[in-house]
């Protein structure tokens, strides 16, 4: 893999160099300088409302590097896979380049303020569990780092050679290699440190998008060419003339609907991460949701009475302490091995979490002291019954399934919240990130796909197919890769028109996608071992 990947498309390139300006880089500092105060002064105000009193500053300081990095992977992110979304409307002279990209930026920027969340917990979970519950520990904090640094590293490196590879890729390679090594560190088989059926999930997932655009944009350029007959809609851009308007609008919608989505299912890849390593270093803030209704008590314990009388065999549990219970609950998700013991050690984990918070009246009075006790126990309850909602043991009925499920969406509205400031941080990252640094991605979706100009329909095809894919990975908390979906759906619409493919470009584009797990898995693993014994 090289910076040069192919000659250059003859065609006339559109102006990249024109940049923010005076008044633009002046702004642009000014809003890191900003959001970099918002996030101190956000978690200064949110420890001192639940009185955390810092006896050292280590913590914290470890805390705002941490955050630092975590928030540098966003930015990194922004300017090496936002960058396929801005191409289309570049080399289509639908927008000039600097423009495009602070528009991308802004919707990038609206995406992540408007996401659900269920991306950034997809991420977490497959971490392994007993990681998670002591991520406030020196390998809490060897993990986030290892994962955080080697995801930014082989990110700037592809960057560089200005290759689209993928940042989701990326990181789920580095969270599979901290996994490995941290098993393997303990006297484990390597494959027991992941959560393989998540990994899997997310891996067809990442396999499949691209073959998903490559296929659907193929099929939706050669459905325009037959139901919209419009030559100017398949002929290249004219040298600095911008589209007709309608063309112009289209590009314009498909280029905002990819910066979008692309903000919503990416950004939360940071949030999941910057939970973690709140919630390791600052507990009694973060760990708990303490922002729940005030109904949210009465009903907690309502479906915790109904989650017990749910699990079979729960009388056979009164002989386990809630340390063994624990204990047996921890190993079950661990090894994903259903055994008699698991239900009645779930059913005693469920009785103390629900008396536990009945003790203290609502999450908000729990002490310092005993919450992070609490949101691993919480945390241990949810994943037990999300493991056996996928094995389904006969010893559960559908409807004791049903009630476990209900159980858990209140466990999980405890546990898995992000707070606005996570999400406004991560948004200035990711937005700001677009804003730079684009240029080497843009040359190659632009230029060096195929062996033609890329043409509006090709753009437009291209840029709805990203668009649908990634935004219905985000509903069904899947990441996704915008790269992929991008850059193999203008190969797709290349190959739809019969314009041929620059196959030096391709077989870098595959050799980096092939890439890009084995290599963030070692260097994850790598990372990992040698911060485990800094910390």
Same mark, same amino acid.
């Given at each position: ?43 200064? %105000? ?13 913590? *914290? ?28 409307? #570049? ?29 950034? *917990? ?29 995801? #930014? ?11 689209? %590879? ?7 390679? %580095? ?129 915790? #009475? ?31 091995? *259903? ?45 037990? #019954? ?30 898995? *919240? ?118």
């Amino acid at each position: 893999m090289n910076a040069t990947l192919a000659a250059p498309s003859a065609a006339i390139r559109p102006d990249l160099e024109k940049g923010l300006g005076a008044a633009g880089k002046i702004g642009f500092g000014a809003a890191i300088v900003a959001a970099l105060l918002y996030v101190a002064y956000s978690v200064y %105000s949110d420890a001192a409302a639940v009185g955390v009193e810092p006896t050292t500053y280590l913590p *914290f300081l470890l805390l705002f590097v941490a955050l630092l990095i975590a928030l540098g992977f966003e930015f990194v992110n922004g300017f090496h896979d936002t960058a396929n979304a801005v191409a289309t409307v #570049i080399y289509t002279n639908a927008m000039p380049a600097n423009i495009a990209v602070v528009w991308s930026g802004f919707f990038n920027f609206l995406g992540v303020l408007l996401s659900t969340g269920a991306v950034a *917990f997809g991420i977490v979970s497959l971490l392994p569990v007993e990681l998670i519950l002591q991520v406030g520990s020196n390998a809490g904090f060897a993990m986030v780092f290892a994962l955080l640094l080697a995801a #930014i590293i082989w990110n700037l490196a592809t960057w560089w050679l200005g290759i689209p %590879s993928s940042s989701s890729h990326t990181l789920i390679g %580095s969270i599979i290699g901290v996994g490995v090594a941290n098993a393997m560190m303990h006297g484990k088989s390597g494959t027991a440190g992941v959560d393989w059926s998540k990994a899997t999930e997310i891996g067809q997932a990442l396999l499949f998008s691209p073959l998903i655009g490559f296929g659907v944009a193929a099929l939706l350029f050669l459905a325009m060419k037959v139901l919209v007959r419009k030559r100017e809609l398949y002929e290249e851009p004219k040298d600095g003339l911008p589209p007709p308007l309608w063309i112009r609008a289209l590009l314009i919608f498909t280029c905002t609907g990819v910066s979008f989505a692309h903000g919503s299912n990416d950004g939360q890849k940071g949030m999941g991460l910057i939970m973690l390593i709140l919630i390791g270093t600052v507990p009694t803030a973060y760990a708990l949701n303490r922002a729940v209704p005030e109904r949210y008590t009465a009903e907690f314990h309502a479906r915790s #009475i109904a989650a017990e009388a749910a699990l079979p065999g729960a009388g056979a549990g009164t002989n386990l302490d809630p340390a063994q219970a624990r204990r047996q609950v921890t190993a079950y998700i661990a090894e994903k091995s *259903f055994t008699p013991e698991t239900l009645p050690a779930l059913s005693v984990l469920v009785r103390d979490v629900d008396s536990q918070v009945m003790a203290y009246g609502s999450l908000a009075k729990v002490p310092a002291a005993a919450v992070s006790n609490i949101r691993n126990d919480m945390y241990l309850a949810s994943e037990a #019954i999300k493991g056996l909602g996928k094995q389904k043991p006969r010893e559960l009925s559908e409807a004791a399934q049903e009630t476990l499920a209900t159980y858990k969406s209140s466990l999980d509205a405890g546990t898995r *919240f992000i707070p606005t400031w996570v999400k406004v941080a991560v948004a200035f990252a990711l937005g700001l990130g677009t804003m730079v640094g684009w240029r080497r991605i843009v040359v190659t979706v632009g230029e060096k796909i195929g062996k033609t100009h890329l043409t509006y329909a090709q753009g437009a095809a291209a840029e709805l197919v990203a668009m649908g894919t990634i935004l219905g990975a985000d509903h069904l908390g899947l990441p996704v890769s915008t790269t992929h979906v991008l850059s193999s759906g203008v190969a797709g619409t290349m190959a739809a028109n019969r314009s041929g493919l620059q196959m030096s470009t391709v077989r870098n584009l595959l050799m980096a996608w092939v890439l890009t797990l084995p290599v963030s898995i070692v260097i994850a693993g790598g990372l990992y071992m040698i911060f485990s014994q800094v910390f």
